[in-house]
């Protein structure tokens, strides 16, 4: 008996994507263990055509962690002339994070969000891909800030019986629990690309 893969639903959205910029995203790639690239290059298993994208940007890393039958997944940086946004940490070079339910990402003006439902199969996974032509991070555009705040839903009207969802169908609502018990994950602002790969400043001591 074959064993459910692990699903990662992942949702793509460019403010002004150029013709070719999505050209080459498949509604759904199952992969392997390795590595998934992500990139403008040819060995990149979801290709992006952007100018500011690197061949290689970054890539999706699955593992299992001691004690769980489960995959779990980091994401890391490839890029040495751009960084990746991640659930609001700034990924340099190299540099990686584990990945929760579900997962903010804005890179070279692209911006993605990651739901993962996990499935028992250690062997491979299932990218189901999804277009938005709604913003899925939220950005300040008259301020160059690093500043995070939580964009607040429209409600449903009273009486309707009804959840109110986010851009996306297969968001759960931020009142609902999202699989496994976690919280959901409110849409957030995107940092100005001139904010993103700033330099990392000591804290402050105090007086």
Request: glycine letters at 8%.
């Amino acid at each position: 008996m074959e064993r459910p893969l692990t699903v990662l639903r992942v949702s793509l959205h460019h403010p002004t994507p150029g013709p070719a910029t999505f050209a080459n995203v498949p509604p759904q790639l199952e992969h392997d263990t390795s590595p998934l690239l992500v990139g403008r290059g040819l060995d990149a298993h979801l290709r992006l055509q952007l100018p500011r994208l690197s061949r290689q940007h970054l890539s999706l890393e699955p593992y299992l962690e001691k004690g769980s039958a489960r995959l779990a997944f980091n994401l890391k940086a490839l890029s040495r002339k751009g960084c990746v946004w991640v659930n609001g940490l700034t990924l340099r070079f190299l540099e990686q994070v584990p990945l929760s339910t579900v997962n903010r990402v804005a890179f070279s003006g692209m911006q993605m969000v990651v739901h993962i439902e996990g499935g028992t199969s250690l062997e491979a996974f299932v990218c189901c891909f999804q277009l938005s032509p709604s913003p899925l991070i939220y950005r300040l555009q008259a301020e160059e800030t690093d500043e995070w705040e939580i964009i607040p839903q429209e409600q449903p009207p009273s009486g309707s019986g009804q959840q109110a969802r986010g851009h996306l169908g297969f968001l759960d609502s931020p009142s609902q629990p999202s699989p496994g018990g976690a919280p959901e994950i409110q849409l957030q602002r995107e940092p100005p690309d001139s904010a993103l790969c700033e330099p990392r400043r000591p804290p402050r001591s105090k007086p």
